[in-house]
């Protein structure tokens, strides 16, 4: 019940705060989707939901990642987080988002995620970035 409320507040969420939400997909090993919203243009709280999974097997994870580096055209990132289920434990990822278009809502990413846990792993990640930018 409690990750249907949770799924279902997600989906609520851009429609009730003024942050710059976004929405993200790595792919690794350990593949997930991501939906984050900036404050104050460097902090990025981040819910993550496992993918290519069974349903009852999702894992969550919760990240905040801060922006070491913040440009227009790439931001270099560092965070603390937590994960659930499927290699659960502390989260600390390091990554790079990049937004080489002219439409800076779409970008990539590349993010390195030390697992630290029931077993300790090292993940790597890359795929797409979307920001869902209100008017200014």
Do not use: C, W
């Not at 999702?58 to 055209?73: F, M, N």
């Amino acid at each position: 019940m409690q990750r249907k409320l949770l799924f279902i507040a997600l989906i609520l969420m851009p429609f009730f705060t003024k942050a710059q939400v976004g929405a993200g997909f790595h792919y690794s090993n350990l593949p997930f989707l991501g939906i984050n919203y900036e404050i104050s243009d460097r902090f990025r709280p981040e819910l993550r939901i496992g993918t290519d999974t069974f349903l009852e097997d999702v894992s969550l994870e919760g990240v905040v990642t801060y922006d070491l580096l913040d440009k227009p055209d790439y931001e270099l990132y560092l965070g603390l987080g937590a994960r659930s289920e499927d290699f659960s434990g502390l989260v600390i990822p390091f990554g790079l988002n990049l937004y080489p278009l002219d439409n800076k809502n779409f970008g990539f990413h590349f993010e390195v995620a030390p697992i630290v846990g029931d077993v300790d792993i090292l993940r790597g990640s890359l795929g797409f970035r979307y920001r869902f930018k209100g008017e200014e």
